[in-house]
Each structure stands twice: as structure tokens, then as C-alpha cells.
């Protein structure tokens, strides 16, 4: 980004998103005790966010390093390529105050949009809930993702105010009411006002995957990212028990759990700051929009087959995509991105991101489909078979999208922090 600028000055001026430099809040890192480990019960399966434009890098001279050499299933069939897909983004369908996410109610149609003051809402305007008093969205702070229970029967929010973190729970009712008082979960203090990450999401396994930043400021300066026992720049995965004590338990199988120096709850780590994730509904796949810092834009993916993520390090800080970066971090024992794109002056801040798996549009089936905060493009890669990137196409633009979700029936909804909620449509 490096200079670029937003045309809305609300976003520039209330987010900071792509020019800030965060106060140092508390430089302690604080986690709660681990609760026990469990199995679960069976339920069934803003900023421009962390991006960086100021200040010299930290590192010496980038170096380029060869794609990940993760294994890669063989094709049995040459690939024949369709058509390109012909989509576009719509006008929107609804407006909102700073919309920083949208979700579906399970068991329904009914899309709920999160503002990042701290509301929630239906699109048709009712306020579900409302936790602003609990909030100074700050820089990068606010209520930045939530979430739904497979089963509906809570909310979950993932916020971040005065230097910590909050993963809340509120029960939901049959008929849409939402409790007014949630419960905490998880939480954990946040040194900067930046690089918080913001989503969270249910699994096919029925847990809840949590995208913690690496907690600013500038290019890792503590390290947190590759460190096992800190919960930053980390994908958390916890079974949330909202009306038990503990809150939430540690699934067996994460992959730090028998490690007396990691933190049982980290699934994935080497993250910047992972503001969108989202699995595929076809396949189980793990993908992750991650935030970079000077030079490249990321998508990384947790193969499902291949584990789903588990135990992985995605690089960072040892690399920013396929760049080499603090070089005192080890550079060997990671996977680079599946796919990355240069900031390029325009481009500065990824925001991800689904497969689309709807129906209205067939030539876009299986593409990921993510936008750029800074350029606000909505552009769509290809997945090849052998899990590589192949083409990509722009299908749009809107003013700062921060979300890229799936919708009723798989459409695809993209939110624009300045107030649209906009379809993605087929084309003509």
C-alpha cells in the first residue's frame, strides 16, 4: 500500500485500516488455563486489517523461495478448462453501519449482519443484539467476526477492546431472540491495537476455529507468530461448552496437546493476521485469507486430506508468502501459500474469501473468491486439480470490502465496510 489511500475517509479516518501506528497497550501475554480435554459431544458436523504502509522493513532483502513442497495428489486426467466465469458484483441489497461480517441463522435463510460498533442485526434492519457498551473499537478493535452453533443454538462473537481479545457466547431462542448477556469462552490480552484477526468459525468437526493475529505492531517485533506458547498469530480450535464450567474444552486431537511448552488450544500457527477463513462445504478444506506486511497479499489451505491444517506453520514471520523475511526466525519447516498476489500499489489487504458452491452461477463453481480492502476488487482464482492457482478474474468492485461470505444456497455476499451488503450475481 505504501502511500495508497482509500477514497472514503470514514474508513481511513474511524479504521485506520491501512495507515496506523497502534499504542502499545500491554506487552504481557496473558491465556487462560487450559481446561480439561475432551471429546465433544455429537452435535453434527476493518480496518484494512493489519495491513502495513509505514516505516522501513525490518529485514534484510527479500529473496524469492520455490512454491511449498507439500505433497500433491496426482491427476489421472488432463485438466479442460471451462469457461470463464461471468459474475459480477450487485448493488446492495442492504445497508448497514461499519458491516464487518455476515452470517446465516441455521435452519434458515434469515442473514444476520455484525456491525463492528458492536450490533447485530437482520437485514431487514432488527437489532438481535447489541454490545457497543461493552466496546471502544479502537485502530483495529471492535466486534470483528461471529458466528452461529451448528445446531443455532448460540451466537459467538470475537471481539477485541482495550487490549484483549473476547470470544463470547449468547444462547439464541427458537424464534431468533438473543440473550442479552453473553459468556466469556476464551480471551486472551492483545499488546497493540492491530493485527487482532477477527474470525471465527465452526469446523465440519463441530469445534470452533479461532483466527488470532500476531498482535502488531510492525513485522512481528516480539515474535509471537511461530511461538508455541503464545496464543497470537495462531489458529485457535477449542469445543466451546457455553452453559458448562470450564466454558470450553481442548479437543483431543489438536496437535500440541501431549507439548508442556505449546498451548494445547493451537491447531495452526505462522500466521500475520488471518482476518477471513472459511471451509468448503464440498470438500472440508481449511482456507485462510492472510493479511501481509510490505510485500504480498496471502491464501493459504489446509488440505483436509492431508490434515487440515493441523500442526502446520504457515511462515510467518520467518516469510511474508514466498518471501524470506525476519531472517532470524527458522526458514525451513513451513508451507508457503497456495496462492499470493503482490501489492502492486493499489492492492494492499486481502479479504477473504469462499469457494463458491452455489448454483446460480456453474462456471464459477469451486473458485475462491476473495476482494482487496485498498483496490476494492473482487476478483476469483481458479483451484486446478492438482491444487494449484490457475486463472483469476475480477468480477467487480465495491468501496473497502472486508468479507467475502457464503449466503443462502451458497450465493456469495461481499460487504463493504462503508454500509452495502452487495449479491454476487451472474453476469448480464
Known sequence: MRGVRTPHSLVAGVLALAACVPTATDETVTSPAAPETTAPEPTGPVTAPGATTTGPATTGPATTAPVPTAPVPATTEPFEPGPEPEATVADPIALADEPVDVAVRPGTDEVWVAERSGRIRSLDGTVRLDVS??????????????????????????????????ITAHAVAADGAVTAEGVEVYAFDQPYENHNGGDLVFGPDGYLYVFSGDGGFI??????????????????????????????????????VDDPDALDEIWSYGLRNPWRGSF????????????????????????????????????????????????????DGHEFPFFEYDRDGVDCSISGGERYRGSAIPELDGWYVYGDFCSGLIRAVEVLPDRTPGRVVELGEVPAPVTVRAGPGGELLVVSIVGGIHPIVPAG
Open 133 to 166: 457498551a461493552e466496546l471502544v473499537p479502537a485502530v483495529e478493535e471492535g466486534l470483528l467476526g461471529f458466528t452461529f452453533s451448528p445446531d443455532g443454538g448460540h451466537l459467538h462473537l470475537n471481539t477485541a477492546s482495550e487490549g484483549r481479545s473476547r
Open 219 to 256: 513485522g512481528d517485533p516480539e515474535r509471537r507468530a511461530l511461538d508455541l506458547s503464545s496464543p497470537k498469530g495462531k489458529l485457535l480450535r477449542i469445543d466451546p461448552r457455553p452453559d458448562d464450567d470450564p466454558p470450553y474444552r481442548i479437543p483431543p486431537d489438536n496437535p500440541f
Open 280 to 331: 468448503d462445504p464440498l470438500t472440508d478444506d481449511l482456507w485462510i485469507a492472510d493479511v501481509g506486511d510490505f510485500e504480498r497479499e496471502t491464501v493459504n489451505v489446509g488440505w483436509a486430506d492431508e490434515g487440515g491444517g493441523r500442526g502446520v506453520s504457515f511462515g510467518w514471520s520467518a516469510w511474508e508468502g514466498t518471501l524470506r523475511f525476519n531472517e532470524d526466525q527458522p526458514a
